[in-house]
């Protein structure tokens, strides 16, 4: 396995630009996860994929975000019209969807600061 | 709702010492109990997992925890800290039940070792 990749890995950004980051989960994993981590926090849980399925939505992701999984393969996460409060660490993760309790393999993040 | 408390946001242990890392959760059923590592600008590596059978789990780097279903904890040790074991550890849980597996993560404790 080449493990979860992440691009850009880090990204700085104005106040009202548009970003996106691109997660490529770990070959025929089925799942694929998006979290937030803030600064002295625990990552939180964004939206997940089961292959080209978006199932859940956190109540965390306002409008302003949108994430894809075309072909159940890599996934792109949208921020719109970023605010400062936007910059954090966005974590992705992907699991073979096998069942509760497995393993999701993080990627290294993408650090996003909106100036 | 499912909740993590990691008690003490930053520990610090000597060389050669005890690591003791405390987590207790909260949720209406027993959930599936993990623990990561985090290091320094990297993503979240999987240190051990509590599904079912033997609730004391052993995991990579001579750490293990026991689940604790009483005391609703999950405590992570390791009877001798090395240099190598400084990074940020969160404890996280995640349903027994339903589809959605995502983790939810405790804040973190910091862990510094001292030589």
């Known amino acids: 396995d080449t493990g979860v990749s992440q691009d850009p890995r880090h990204k700085i950004t104005k106040r009202g630009q548009n970003v996106t980051f691109r997660c490529d989960p770990i070959?025929?994993?089925?799942?694929l996860y998006w979290y937030r981590q803030t600064l002295g926090q625990g990552p939180e849980f964004l939206t997940y994929?089961?292959?080209?399925?978006?199932?859940?939505k956190s109540r965390l992701l306002s409008d302003r975000f949108s994430a894809e999984r075309p072909k159940g393969s890599f996934s792109t996460l949208e921020i719109q019209r970023t605010e400062q409060g936007d910059s954090a660490m966005y974590l992705c993760?992907?699991?073979?969807?096998?069942?509760?309790?497995?393993?999701?393999?993080f990627g290294p993040g993408t650090r996003l600061l909106v100036l | 709702a499912q909740s993590v408390t990691q008690l003490g946001s930053h520990v610090s242990v000597s060389e050669g010492a005890l690591v003791l890392l405390r987590c207790n959760y909260s949720s209406s059923v027993p959930p599936y109990l993990f623990w990561y590592v985090q290091y320094p600008n990297q993503g979240l590596q999987l240190l051990l997992k509590y599904t079912t059978g033997a609730t004391l789990v052993k995991g990579i780097n001579g750490f293990e925890a026991e689940f604790k279903k009483s005391e609703t904890s999950f405590h992570l040790t390791k009877p001798s800290a090395h240099m190598s074991d400084a990074a940020e550890y969160f404890c996280a849980v995640s349903p027994s039940g339903g589809s959605n597996y995502k983790l939810t993560f405790g804040k973190g404790t910091l862990l510094t070792v001292n030589p």
């Open positions: 993760a992907s699991s073979p969807g096998a069942g509760s309790g497995e393993t999701q393999y």
């Open positions: 070959s025929e994993h089925n799942r």
């Open positions: 994929f089961q292959n080209e399925a978006q199932l859940e």
